[in-house]
């Protein structure tokens, strides 16, 4: 089956542009994630989405960045007037619904989008 | 203090040594646990989840000490091929919050 895809792979902006990235989760998966990792550091949490809740935008770093999902389906990420340090890998990553005791809650994810702000 | 909290290495460790690293986690409401791997430019990837009675995968064992809120990683007869990055991952069903580490560097030479 099809695992969790992101678009586009590569994605080469000038500062001050808008960019969209997107995220198809695995079918079936109410949750999804959207991490940033800038090279050589860990996963920071962006923003979460679990069905028709409310997302979770704790980790959103400015209001330039903004998330939405469609239903249980795809997720785009906007972030607007990019700025040179929101160069990183973008990664989405889906998982069965959170919450529920002894739910396998593995999260898969895709292959990100790398982001270069010149 | 972090919720999630890794040692960053990075571990160089000779092919064939014993290696273990741990974790430690702020909220005892804190329910499940995992061990994810990433390699170098790539997405993270589950490596096996952690129980409370630990449990083994090969030459990978994972524990739970929740009195003293840590998990460990151990890794037996090291490979070449476990140099990766490895992120500890707990979930607090509660909170609906899946919190990741952010990760151990871990080097093995020949």
């Known amino acids: 089956g099809a695992g969790v895809s992101q678009s586009p792979s590569n994605k080469v902006t000038e500062k001050g542009k808008d960019v969209e990235l997107r995220c198809d989760p695995i079918s079936g998966h109410t949750a999804l994630y959207w991490y940033r990792q800038r090279l050589g550091q860990g996963l920071e949490f962006l923003i979460y989405f679990q069905g028709n809740s409310a997302p979770d935008k704790s980790g959103l770093p400015s209001d330039r960045f903004s998330a939405e999902r469609t239903g249980e389906s795809v997720s785009t990420l906007t972030i607007q007037r990019t700025q040179q340090e929101d160069s990183a890998v973008y990664l989405c990553a889906s998982s069965l619904f959170v919450g529920l005791a002894g739910t396998y809650n593995e999260q898969f994810f895709g292959p990100g989008t790398r982001l270069t702000v010149l | 203090r972090k919720e999630v909290e890794q040692d960053p290495g990075p571990f160089n460790v000779p092919e064939g040594a014993t290696v273990a690293f741990n974790c430690t986690y702020s909220n005892s409401a804190s329910q499940s646990f995992f061990w994810y791997r990433q390699d170098c430019r790539k997405e993270p990837k589950l490596l096996m989840s952690?129980?409370?009675s630990g449990n083994e995968d090969g030459r990978f064992t994972a524990q739970l000490n929740r009195a003293s809120q840590y998990i460990s990683l151990l890794i037996r007869d090291s490979k070449l091929s476990d140099s990766a990055t490895y992120l500890c991952v707990v979930n607090d069903f509660s909170a609906s919050k899946i919190i990741f580490g952010s990760g151990t560097r871990l080097s093995i030479r020949p």
């Open positions: 952690v129980y409370s």
